[in-house]
Structure formats: structure tokens, C-alpha cells
């Protein structure tokens, strides 16, 4: 009964909230009025932050302290919390409830630690595997990337948060990240790089945007005007602010003309001595800095900042939803790769036990970085494997080398593999191949046993080619948060059937993945008097599946790939006019002997484009859960933005009216049914 006052509770809060989101025009007066009683002194001090994760207050006014706190996978800086599974591993799950809770669980572990602002959700586009912060984004595709952070976001800020969407934009790499251009035409930005931000703003009603570190043409991102004026706030009407990523300013007029409001973490550029002596000189004007602080307060206004505690003693710091959620999430995202009959696990006696080794066997790791986690407790894959009792008795080895007769009699050996927090994370950029000894590892189990499976934990592909024929599975753990081990153990031992598809595709190798030779910057060149290191985004709009379908290489494994414990069938595909688009509807049996869950995707391509176009675009998804022996009808409304490109004439999205083929289907690569449309 407490448990559903409770709910109902948050259910009348969160409507409560919800309509406070849009900033109204009272917000607008009110943070006006208050920008008028503030001295200039303090205006230029409130655009700089504060103690590293601060907006300070001003306290003659009722303008409270602002914390922030990181990032897209728990609430970090200064506390322990709920470690979820990450970015990539939310968009894996293509489950929008899912994506949503999670963000209402991170909204609630933030009110409980009176965090105001979140800095996450992270949706830099996954151009490569190399990039060291893929593990925070959401995937190669800006559709799934939108819709994971549409729903984050409303999940965050219903409870009360601001979320801040980052970071804006083309940090699709690490290394050199202060330095390198990232070179992108007007389509590709569009098309590929934009769409999440977008969907964000004209959605979501995110609060916050964080620029990012890298120039984009040329120009460093947090003082863009082409990004942040005449896109962001231009054409896309974004109320709420932009702070800068921590150090990622360069110059004080760059600052306040590009359109950055607040500079993090503290004024570096926008300090009283620059701005005094630009606004003295009468090259900037004192409405200028008004802005800024404007689109600061009028935000938090609308966020009820200044009108009650952030902090809500309600929720305890370790909230049984959130660690409900954390677990929930790392079941619906972990993809089974390949399955070659070994699982579920059949069992094993105490004579021929299951071996369990690898690196991170007994941890729970998760990527470094401003997005690692402290989590207040995990459940490692050991500690997972002890919870299914006697039928799965599992043994940890170390030094694997010298347990060979243990590897060679078991039942079947797990090798739980990948990066960490020193080998995948931010300002660096990763290997594809393994860390130093993995392989090797997983070759000496697969020498010895012939069911050996392997458990990667990453943000993204890695290099299977030495053993990927050798192994007779692979689960994708991604980094599975604090409930990960359980979550892991439960999938091997069939209690939990997977249901996650591939957020990105998995080349064979390096050479294959599209932007192979659009990764590092080329020699640095000139221009406006600078000389700056850039990256050309050669590959355009073709990143990803796009690419690959192109060039007609086949990955190791395809976008949106992912096997069950059950199988299913398509069937009767229909597309009805509905709105300004159509609705596909179809069916799906769950023919085989276990429940489950299909993520139906639907992509969409045109059949004579007038501008080069992808073969097949993501453009709708439906995860269902359906039980062993029964049909789901599933109906997925395509409107016309799902057709069309962006036209680098008019500068818009535009339709090119003619025929559509509709793809249904159960990855990029596996394709059940297609319907024909006229547009
Ligand atoms: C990261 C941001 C993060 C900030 C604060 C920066 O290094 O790029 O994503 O929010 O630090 O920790």
C-alpha cells in the first residue's frame, strides 16, 4: 500500500514537473526582473562556474547555489550512487520505457543527493570503435541515439532535474580533443550529427546543452555561432543555456558572441578583467552579458530552483527503484553475439564445474573518465554465478595457465574480458584489439575446451578475429552497471532470455569500418591566419551500417543484431496512410519453446533519391515481449520526417516525393518483410 502511495505520489509530482519544463514567459519576467537588480560585477561573475560543479548563487536575490553533477551512467562527484549500465548499453536495450526509467532513476539518486543538474545524457555520434568515450553515447545511429535520449531526458527531468545534452557537438574522437577540428559538411552535420541534440531540444525541453571540446570547421565548439546561434537556439529555439565543457574555452569574445552562456568550471575567459575590458572599449555591450544570465535564470526558474530544496529526504541515496532499474537495464542490453548451442548453460557437477576467469571475472567495470561511477555495491559475474546455487557450480581461476586440467574438464569456461576504467575512457582513445594478454587468453581456454564463452565488456566492437570461429559464444556486456554480474549470470543460465541488438555495427576488422581513414587528423593546414589540425569527415553521411551497406562489406556483426533463446517469425505486413505518413503494422510469432522480446526495426530508403542516399535508414522500433507459442500485431507510425534528407539548398529537410521501400526486420541484415509507400 506504502509502495503505491509512493508511486502515486511521484505520478502526480511528475506531471507536476513535467509542465515546468517549457520555460513560459513568467520564467522569462521573472528572470528579467532579476537580471535588472543585478550589478554588472555580478552578472559577469554569474557566468563563470564555481567550485569545479557550481553556478553560484546570489544570495540578496533568493538565487540559490546550483550543483551539477556527472554524468550519463549515475551521479558522480563527491558521493557513491547507483553505477547503471551505460549510454550504449541503454540505447542496446531499444527499449524507450527502459531508457526512460533510467533516466527517472538517475533523476531520483540526483534529488537525493540535491543534485540540480545532471551532465548526461552523452550523444556524440559512434563513428569508430577507437573513440575512448563511446561507452557514455548512444551508437552510430542518430534515430536510436534520439529516441534513447528523448526518453532519458524526460525521464531525468520529471523528477524535478535538469538534464544537459552533450556534448554539441562532432567529439567523435579523443585524443588531441583541445586541438583537432572535426571538418563536416551541412548534410552530414544534419543528417548524422544533429538529429539527438535536436530531438533534445524541440522534444525533450532538455535545460542544458554542454558544448564540446574539439573546433568544428575551425572554430572551437563553445564559441560556434554556426552551432549554438544560428542552429541550436536559431533554428531549433532552444530556451535554456549552454555551459562549456570543463576547459574548452579559448577566447573571451569567441565566448560571448559564439552564444556560450556559461563558462565551466570556472571563468577562464569570461572573468570580470576580460569581459570589464571588452565592455569598456565598447566592443561588447552590457545586453550581451544580460543575455547570458537571462537564459541561466530563466531556466532554473522554470525548474523550480528558486522556489523549493533540491534535495529530497524521501529517497534514500542507495533507492531500491534505481537498483531495480540498474538491473533491469543491464538484462534488456547484454547482445548474445553467438551462440553455438553451448547456452543456456546445460549445468555442471562438482567433478566438471563451470570455470570462470578473465580480468573481470570478479569486478564490475565500468568506463573512466568524468562518466566512471563509484557504485555504493556491485554483483560481479563470480558473484553472479554463486547466486544460481548448486546446479552451476563455478570455480575462479587465476593464473589460468596453470589450472588446465580445471579448463579441460569443465563444463564450459567463461573468459570475461574487455576494458576498464584506465583502458576505455575519456581524453584517450582505445585499442580495437583487446587489452595486452586477452586474446591470448581466450585462445589457451578455446585450446582446451571446446565450450568456451566469452563476456566482453566494452563500449563498443572489438577485434574477435583470432578466436570468434574458436568459441561457442559471445555475450556483449558493454559495461553493465552495478547489477551486471547478476544480470549476466541470469542471461547464462537461461533464466533471463537476452533481448539486446547492437547499437553499432561490429567490422571484421579496422580497415572495414568507414571512417578508417578519416579517424586521425591529416596534416594540419591553414586558414583565417590559423594553423589547425583537422579531421574530414570523407565518409559524410555514410557512418555505420549507411557505410557498409555502401561499399557492400559485410560486418562481423550488423546494427540492430542480437540472438535469443527463442526464435521469431514475420508475417502479413501492412502499411495504412496514418497523419502525415504511415503506420506499419505486422505480425511476430515467438516460434520457439521460450518467452521473449524482438526488437522489430524498420528502416526506410527511397527508390529513386535525387541526392545519394543511404540503401536503408532506421526510422522506427518496437520492442515486444511475447510468450513461447504467441503472436504479437505490432504497429510502428513512420511520419513523413522519416522520408525525408536535408537539402543543402534550402537549408531544411525536405521530401522527394516518390516511392519508399519499408524494411521490417529483425536487424540491418536480416530483413523479414518490405512494403512499398508512395510519399
Ligand atoms: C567532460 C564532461 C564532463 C565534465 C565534468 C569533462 O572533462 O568532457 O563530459 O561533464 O568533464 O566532469
Not at 164 to 169: E, V
Not at 178 to 194: K, L, Q
Not at 261 to 276: H, I, K, N, Q, T
Not at 404 to 419: F, M, N, P, Q
Amino acid at each position: 500500500m506504502k509502495r503505491f502511495v509512493l508511486s502515486l505520489a511521484a505520478v502526480v509530482l511528475g506531471v507536476v514537473t513535467l509542465s515546468a519544463q517549457s520555460i513560459t514567459q513568467e520564467d522569462k519576467d521573472r528572470a528579467k526582473a532579476l537580471v535588472e537588480k543585478m550589478t554588472l560585477e555580478e552578472k559577469i561573475d554569474y557566468i563563470g562556474g564555481l567550485n569545479k560543479f557550481y553556478i553560484r548563487g546570489v544570495e540578496r536575490l533568493g538565487i540559490p547555489e546550483i550543483r551539477m553533477a556527472d554524468g550519463p551512467q549515475g551521479v558522480r562527484n563527491d558521493t557513491k550512487s547507483t553505477l547503471f549500465a551505460c549510454g550504449v548499453a541503454a540505447a542496446a536495450t531499444w527499449n524507450e520505457t527502459a531508457m526512460k526509467e533510467m533516466g527517472t532513476a538517475l533523476g531520483q539518486d540526483a534529488r537525493a543527493r540535491g543534485v540540480h543538474i545532471m551532465l548526461g545524457p552523452g550523444v556524440n555520434i559512434y563513428r569508430s570503435p577507437l573513440c575512448g568515450r563511446n561507452f557514455e553515447y548512444m551508437g552510430e545511429d542518430p534515430y536510436l541515439a534520439s529516441r534513447a535520449a528523448v526518453n532519458y531526458i524526460k525521464g531525468i527531468q520529471a523528477e524535478g532535474v535538469m538534464a544537459t545534452i552533450k556534448h554539441f557537438a562532432m567529439n567523435n574522437q579523443e585524443y588531441d580533443r583541445h586541438h583537432v577540428s572535426s571538418d563536416v559538411d551541412e548534410r552530414t552535420m544534419n543528417e548524422i550529427y544533429f538529429p539527438s541534440f535536436r530531438a533534445a531540444v524541440e522534444e525533450a525541453k532538455v535545460g542544458a546543452v554542454m558544448t564540446s571540446y574539439n573546433q568544428v570547421n575551425g572554430i572551437h565548439a563553445a564559441e560556434n555561432p554556426y552551432l549554438i546561434r544560428e542552429n541550436l537556439k536559431g533554428k531549433w529555439g532552444f530556451q535554456g543555456f549552454v555551459m562549456s565543457d570543463w576547459t574548452s574555452t579559448y577566447s573571451t569574445l569567441g565566448c560571448i558572441r559564439g552564444g556560450l552562456d556559461l563558462e565551466m568550471p570556472m571563468a577562464y575567459c569570461m572573468d570580470r578583467a576580460s569581459v570589464m575590458a571588452l565592455l569598456e572599449n565598447g566592443v561588447v555591450e552590457e545586453s550581451e552579458i544580460d543575455e547570458k544570465v537571462q537564459n541561466i535564470l530563466q531556466a532554473l526558474i522554470a525548474f523550480g530552483f528558486l522556489d523549493r530544496p533540491q534535495l529530497d529526504k524521501n529517497i534514500s541515496e542507495d533507492n531500491q527503484y534505481s537498483n531495480d532499474i540498474a538491473y533491469k537495464l543491464s538484462c534488456e542490453s547484454a547482445v548474445l553475439l553467438k551462440n553455438e548451442g553451448v547456452l543456456p548453460l546445460k549445468g555442471a557437477t562438482k567433478k566438471n564445474q563451470i570455470v570462470l576467469m578473465g580480468p573481470n571475472a570478479d569486478v564490475i567495470p565500468c568506463g573512466g573518465g568524468s562518466g566512471r561511477v563509484d557504485a555504493i555495491h556491485t554483483t560481479s559475474l563470480a558473484e553472479g554465478m554463486k547466486t544460481l546455487g548448486k546446479k552451476y557450480p563455478t570455480v575462479l581461476v587465476d593464473n589460468y595457465k596453470s589450472s588446465v586440467s580445471a579448463i579441460e574438464k569443465a563444463a564450459a569456461v567463461i573468459v570475461s574480458v574487455g576494458y576498464d576504467k584506465t583502458s576505455e575512457r575519456e581524453n584517450s582513445d582505445r585499442t580495437f584489439t583487446l587489452p595486452e594478454g586477452q586474446d591470448e587468453m581466450i585462445e589457451f581456454a578455446a585450446a582446451h575446451n571446446k565450450n568456451v564463452i566469452v563476456v566482453i565488456y566494452a563500449g563498443g566492437a572489438v577485434d574477435m578475429s583470432r578466436w570468434q570461429d574458436k568459441v561457442a559464444a559471445i555475450v556483449m556486456g558493454w559495461y553493465p552497471g552495478q547489477q551486471g554480474g547478476l544480470a549476466i549470470a541470469n542471461i547464462l543460465a537461461g533464466k533471463v532470455n537476452p533481448s539486446g541488438k547492437l547499437p553499432m555495427s561490429f567490422e571484421k576488422t579496422l580497415e572495414d569500418n568507414p571512417t578508417y581513414n578519416s579517424y586521425y587528423p591529416a596534416e594540419p593546414r591553414s586558414k583565417r591566419g590559423f594553423t589547425y589540425k583537422f579531421v574530414t569527415y570523407t565518409e559524410g553521411i555514410f557512418v555505420g551500417y549507411r557505410g557498409y551497406e555502401r561499399k557492400g562489406i559485410e560486418p562481423a556483426y550488423p546494427f540492430g543484431y542480437g540472438l535469443s533463446y527463442t526464435t521469431f517469425e514475420y508475417a502479413a505486413s501492412n502499411c495504412i496512410k496514418s497523419g502525415d505518413g504511415y503506420d506499419v503494422v505486422f505480425t511476430v510469432t515467438n516460434t520457439g519453446k521460450r518467452d521473449g522480446a524482438e526488437v522489430s526495426e524498420i528502416y526506410v530508403g527511397e527508390k529513386n533519391p535525387c541526392v545519394a542516399r543511404p540503401a536503408k535508414e532506421l526510422k522506427g522500433f518496437a520492442k515486444t515481449v511475447i510468450p513461447a507459442g504467441k503472436s504479437a500485431k505490432v504497429r510502428v507510425h513512420l511520419p513523413k520526417s522519416a522520408f525525408e534528407y536535408y537539402d543543402v539548398k534550402s537549408h531544411e529537410w525536405v521530401l522527394n516525393p516518390g516511392y519508399f521501400t519499408v524494411y521490417i526486420g529483425s536487424s540491418s541484415a536480416d530483413i523479414r518483410l518490405t512494403e512499398e509507400v508512395l510519399m
